[in-house]
């Protein structure tokens, strides 16, 4: 479902540094030390981006998952969010 997404913290800077080019689709946020990785794919996109982390040595700190609620949904099926600002 679009606008769900991963969101992962990592211990430390360099570990943040290094994870984004890893994993498509990604940002971060260096005052917290998260990256968020988009999970439209549901579970084989967080098994892809863990299993990407893993093999380069890249330990996470602290994951959530974040699934779009009943408006978002909304939104991203029919546009909707574009037309309320016109």
Do not use: K, Q, W
């Amino acid at each position: 479902m679009p606008g769900g997404h991963i969101r992962l913290r990592f211990a430390d800077a360099p570990t943040l540094d290094a994870a984004p080019r890893l994993l498509d689709g990604s940002g971060r946020d260096d005052d917290a030390l998260p990256l968020t990785v988009s999970s439209d794919e549901g579970v084989g996109a967080l098994r892809t981006a863990l299993d990407c982390l893993d093999r380069a040595n890249l330990e996470v700190d602290d994951l959530s998952i974040h699934t779009p609620d009943l408006d978002e949904v909304f939104f991203a099926l029919t546009g909707a969010r574009d037309r309320v600002g016109a």
